[in-house]
């Protein structure tokens, strides 16, 4: 009866810990621009590090480069030839350096808001939010943006952190791109 009490209370632990420990991704409905945007497959992307994320006086050390190597993730399963720059300044500089390279898209990020917090002592959640800019560089238009949101579970044992919420809902926001 014991042994069965145990396993019973183990099974509602995981269960309850399993369910808490998922992300919350919100990918806003707040696009700007085309919402019918389709990219053509093969076509190269000049890729923005943004600034980095902020909370306060706290600046998160290398979230620009996490978010950019995210976003690079995403769009590398469709095309051959995706480029992350390092610093090119502003909007303008950046589309200028892209064209001068002969990329077709230029994706600029920019980090919102960044919040990487102790989730599992302070019961803050980790937040984030990204603002995900897309360009035609041959033409100097933007075609769209999208603002990214994401939050982690109350009950995160340590396991979240503001750059995994990132994964999940730029790959769905790129990946309708090429629908």
């Known amino acids: 009866m014991k ?3 145990f396993i019973a209370m183990c099974t509602v632990a995981l269960f309850i810990t399993g369910c808490a420990a998922t992300p919350i991704y919100k990918q806003l409905n707040l696009r700007s621009g085309d919402t019918a945007v389709k990219l053509e ?3 190269s ?3 923005v590090t943004p600034a980095n994320g902020e909370d306060g006086s706290t600046e998160y050390q290398k979230s620009g ?3 950019a190597q995210t976003v690079k993730a995403a769009f590398v399963r469709y095309t051959n030839r995706i480029f992350v720059s390092k610093d090119c300044g502003e909007l303008q500089s950046c589309l200028e350096e892209a064209k001068t390279a002969n990329y077709d898209y ?3 990020p920019d980090i919102l808001y960044w919040q990487d917090r102790a989730t599992e002592w302070s ?3 980790d937040q984030i939010a990204i603002k ?3 360009f035609n560089v041959p033409k100097k238009i933007k ?3 999208i603002i990214i949101k994401g939050k982690s579970a109350w009950a995160t044992f340590g396991g979240y952190h503001p750059q995994d919420l990132l994964l999940e809902p730029i790959n769905n926001y790129v990946s309708s791109l090429y629908r």
């Open 45 to 47: 992307v000049f890729v």
């Open 132 to 134: 995900l800019s897309l």
């Open 65 to 67: 480069q996490m978010t």
């Open 143 to 145: 075609m769209q943006s």
């Open 3 to 5: 042994r069965a009490l």
């Open 123 to 125: 019961g803050k959640l």
């Open 41 to 43: 497959n093969n076509k």
């Open 106 to 108: 230029l994706v600029f």
